[in-house]
């Protein structure tokens, strides 16, 4: 059995704050299990690394003896959480929220243990509030509360639109925290103040106010922005091995011990005596072998060996047939990158060809403008990973 501070210890690790400190040490001292809530609105269908540093934290947790409480937010999903935007999201369908919480359960259980995890939503209490338990939970919060918030503020200040319906998301994640009695709620620091309201509406329904603990939000592939998937700097955790090992060496050495420090459980003395270019590639064979298993880890880092030490092409490149393009078999090369899938966006294939990091035939492409004869089989690669032949379609 571990003491109170080894225990604190690992659960401080990477964490920005855990609030209050000598209230959670109570809660541990008492030896029973904690219920430990972690929300999520199922708005997009896969996870990132950037998502993981919470699961990892979670599961953490369950390995001290605490019980995770997965809150599907299939209600809440339907409002947008407006944390951080600048405008009013986009509510999304029934059908999209359905699709993304089946993803989400699958992908989460690649980290949580699925026997210390409750999986719940939040549609099962929030659909069937009378509208006088809306507005008595409403009058539990001020306007000039909610105003405290950076996003509200700023978007009140620069005159743009507030929906009443966004003061209420926070209300309505904090009375989950009510609902399943919550012990503690883990999130990103840009859920602080959502996770606050629980901890006060807790208090307001006369239950033991639970305890915030805020995680760092991850740096993605460009070392700069936060890992999204509208940014391109992303790492998902169903991308096939190679993509996931490929990105991973892409990160910047500056990033490594962080990226240690929030997604694995090495210790910090081992992560510091590495060298950066062992640190990198022991780092991608741990998520490929944990999101994938250990043959596809060993299996990729012989290719990728192969590929950037011996200058070699990676084995078994697709051949894809494309059709005319108006007519002829001539394309725009930023149409062709995000007609193959190799970016998400023409402006991405513009930045990257900018760069310098697009190739057909080995020859590096200068001109988001060119456009690419492909009447003959081309071989097209973007970045040091990605390559695709690709001929016209007859």
Do not use: C
């Amino acid at each position: 059995m571990l003491s109170i501070e080894e225990q604190l210890e690992i659960i401080k690790r990477g964490a920005i704050e855990l609030i209050p400190e000598d209230e959670f040490i109570k809660k541990l001292e008492k030896g029973k299990p904690l219920r430990i809530k972690w929300g999520a609105d199922p708005s997009a269908p896969d996870i990132h690394l950037g998502h993981t540093v919470i699961l990892n934290k979670l599961r953490q947790l369950q390995d001290l003896g605490h019980e995770v409480i997965f809150i599907v937010g299939d209600f809440t999903a339907r409002i947008g959480d407006p944390t951080g935007k600048s405008e009013t999201r986009k509510p999304l369908t029934k059908e999209e929220v359905e699709s993304n919480a089946r993803t989400y359960q699958e992908q989460i259980f690649k980290i949580l243990d699925r026997n210390k995890t409750r999986v719940v939503f939040n549609n099962e209490w929030l659909s069937k509030m009378k509208i006088e338990e809306v507005i008595n939970l409403a009058a539990k919060y001020t306007v000039a509360r909610m105003l405290e918030r950076d996003d509200f503020m700023n978007r009140f200040e620069k005159e743009r639109p507030i929906s009443i319906h966004e003061f209420l998301y926070p209300l309505l994640q904090g009375y989950d925290s009510v609902m399943v009695k919550a012990d503690v709620e883990v999130g990103g620091s840009d859920q602080k103040f959502n996770m606050l309201v629980g901890r006060e509406l807790q208090r307001e329904y006369n239950e033991v106010p639970q305890i915030i603990l805020t995680l760092p939000l991850l740096e993605g592939t460009d070392g700069i922005q936060k890992m999204s998937k509208s940014l391109g700097n992303y790492i998902g955790i169903t991308e096939p091995p190679s993509e996931i090992y490929g990105k991973t060496m892409s990160i910047s050495d500056e990033l490594m011990e962080r990226y240690y420090v929030l997604l694995t459980n090495f210790p910090v003395e081992e992560i510091k005596a590495m060298h950066p270019m062992e640190a990198k590639k022991k780092l991608a064979r741990f998520l490929v072998t944990q999101f994938h298993n250990e043959a596809a880890a060993e299996l990729v880092e012989k290719e990728f060996g192969a590929v950037f030490s011996e200058g070699k092409l990676p084995k078994d490149i697709p051949l894809e047939f494309i059709p005319p393009w108006e007519n002829k078999y001539i394309i725009p090369a930023t149409k062709l990158l995000v007609l193959l899938k190799l970016v998400e966006s023409a402006s991405e294939a513009r930045r990257l060809i900018d760069q310098g990091g697009v190739r057909v035939n080995d020859r590096v492409l200068t001109d988001s403008l060119e456009l690419i004869d492909y009447t003959e089989e081309l071989l097209v690669n973007v970045g040091k990973r990605k390559f695709m032949r690709v001929v016209g379609k007859r």
